[in-house]
């Protein structure tokens, strides 16, 4: 679709490519909309699903497995495409679609009016997805702890629970937070796809400019600046992130710095923690 | 003994024909032992002879498949249904009695991510729900009894094993235990790290900690122990007191592992 927009767009305006269009879009207020819901999208999605990943990690240590490992099989054995068509239609068999698409809540934040369905069911198609992978990144995380120190934590009373959270996770997060972040490097950009279904997030918003001017190169450019100045933003954040989760350590082991995380370059920790999470392609 | 009265009543430990399998592998041969209160108890033994096990049932950390194990005339890990069947107790009965047994562990097991006070007040607070400026005068006294009071803001990976399993103890101490097992607590450090560790070992021994103690330190059970019990494949095949135990050993296994010992040492 997009591509074959393009091309019209390139037959309409003749061979001229306008750099005065790229630089009259890039801080348009529809482009600007469209980057701050993207990112509250992929924040939102991530966080979701993370928290559907930790609990699928405990649902599959309880009789109800099963149900966790066909969670599992469904969301990575589906596109995401395939994910968003289906949940950003599901509204209205509920009966849903038009109490929540009276709803004003982006007009009333100042954006612009979209169907709260759509990023309903978008938010929920990327955080479900996410989820899937998260299972197997907290998996990798809180399997990678010394089994010791739940005996140590349960030997000193404490319940399962309580080990978890002030014992195992604050060690498996230093395990967890590389991936994690690569994660939300990737939902930054994957966010791009609600923009099919309605959803006036970054990509939507300069689809469609780039669509009613027949300038969809010039918008292209617009996104990619925005895309990349979100990555690498985040880029800074995630290095941080690691610094700080390494201060107090067993090894030492310093954060992977910012021009290797831009490059893709991990730390030797960082890969073998990636490597052991990427068993079964990723999208 | 005022003590071993009291330990007629009840005892702190009481195991009652102790079976336990993994898989296909009987592990357990229905080990009884009963430890008294104050009393020093040494588990020695080859390996694989499951003393180690053993322990670790005490606590629950190891599930049962037959038998019954009290602590201070608690169940810990089952309760015992109205048709002799072992049932698994709620986690929190099991947490309750745990919280009453302090362990020490081989791999000392320190929490890598906090201090050593850290460490030692952890469950305290969270557990025992005293508060963090009560738990930390404690911890202190603690560390000072372990002769670490001056390494109290260290994290584990700056101490030597000798000093983290001097935490370990602390740590274990700080949810005042009626009982403590040692599992192979110096087996994992250096030759010259080993003596700091089995002095404060002795030393809670003469202040009445009740101990069970699986060690292949045959001096700490000779100077130490009240009593030393010899396991073998999954059972207890003798036990008495350390001095009598190793001049005379009445079992012919008994005294192949002594000898060995002896040549090891």
Redesign the interface.
């Known amino acids: 679709m997009p591509i074959v927009s393009a091309f019209i767009g390139i037959l309409a305006q003749g061979t001229q490519f306008q750099w005065d269009i790229v630089w009259k879009f890039l801080f348009d207020s529809s482009i600007l909309q469209g980057a701050i819901i993207t990112i509250v999208l992929a924040i939102i999605s991530q966080f979701t699903g993370s928290v559907i990943g930790l609990l699928i990690y405990l649902i599959r240590r309880t009789p109800l497995r099963p149900a966790a490992e066909a969670y599992i099989w469904f969301f990575r054995g589906t596109p995401l495409l395939v994910q968003l068509l289906f949940l950003t239609n599901i509204f209205p068999l509920l009966n849903l679609a038009r109490p929540l698409n009276s709803s004003t809540i982006f007009t009333d934040l100042g954006f612009q009016y979209m169907p709260l369905s759509f990023f309903l069911g978008a938010f929920l198609a990327f955080a479900f997805n996410e989820g899937a992978y998260m299972a197997e990144i907290m998996r990798a995380g809180i399997d990678s702890i010394?089994p010791?120190?739940m005996?140590?934590?349960?030997?000193?009373?404490?319940?399962?629970g309580?080990a978890m959270r002030?014992?195992v996770l604050?060690?498996a997060a230093r395990v967890i937070i590389p991936p994690l972040g690569n994660e939300f490097n990737s939902m930054l950009k994957t966010t791009s796809l609600a923009g099919y279904f309605g959803v006036l997030e970054l990509y939507g918003a300069g689809f469609n400019i780039g669509n009613s001017l027949f300038k969809p190169l010039e918008l292209a450019i617009d996104l990619s600046i925005w895309y990349l100045l979100m990555t690498t933003l985040w880029g800074f954040v995630q290095s941080y992130l690691e610094r700080r989760f390494n201060a107090?350590?067993?090894?030492?082991t310093k954060g992977t710095r910012f021009i290797d995380r831009v490059l893709g370059r991990g730390t030797p920790a960082t890969e073998s923690a990636a490597e052991a999470i990427m068993t079964g392609g990723r999208r | 003994m005022t003590q071993e009265q009291q330990s007629s009543m009840t005892p702190m430990v009481a195991a009652t024909d102790v079976h336990k399998w993994f898989n296909q592998t009987e592990v357990l041969r229905g080990v009884s032992l009963t430890v008294g209160r104050g009393e020093v108890v040494v588990i020695i033994g080859p390996s694989g002879s499951g003393k180690t096990t053993f322990l670790r049932c005490l606590?629950h950390?190891e599930k049962i498949q037959q038998g019954q194990i009290t602590i201070d005339g608690e169940n810990i890990g089952y309760r015992v249904e109205n048709n002799g069947k072992l049932k698994e107790d709620s986690?929190?009965n099991i947490?309750?009695v745990?919280?009453?047994?302090?362990?020490v562990?081989q791999?000392f097991?320190?929490?890598?991510?906090m201090t050593a006070l850290q460490n030692v007040i952890?469950?305290p607070i969270?557990?025992?729900g005293i508060s963090k400026a009560e738990a930390e005068e404690r911890a202190r006294q603690l560390l000072q009894k372990v002769g670490l009071a001056h390494k109290a803001d260290a994290?584990p990976?700056k101490l030597s094993g000798g000093q983290q399993q001097r935490v370990?103890i602390a740590?274990?101490l700080a949810?005042q235990p009626k009982l403590m097992l040692f599992d192979e607590a110096t087996s994992a450090l250096d030759p010259e790290l080993v003596g700091e560790v089995l002095k404060v070992m002795k030393q809670l021994a003469e202040e009445g900690m009740t101990m069970v103690v699986v060690t292949h330190e045959m001096g700490f059970a000779r100077d130490v122990a009240d009593r030393v019990v010899v396991m073998d494949q999954g059972q207890i095949i003798e036990q008495g007191q350390p001095a009598a135990l190793f001049a005379n050993p009445q079992q012919e296994r008994t005294r192949t592992f002594l000898g060995m010992v002896r040549r090891a040492e």
């Open positions: 010394d010791g120190q005996e140590a934590a349960k030997s000193l009373g404490m319940s399962y309580l002030r014992i604050p060690q107090s350590t067993l090894d030492g | 606590n950390l986690e929190k947490s309750h745990r919280a009453q047994i302090g362990m562990f791999r097991n320190l929490f890598p991510h952890e469950a969270h557990v025992l994290y990976n370990a740590r274990a949810m």
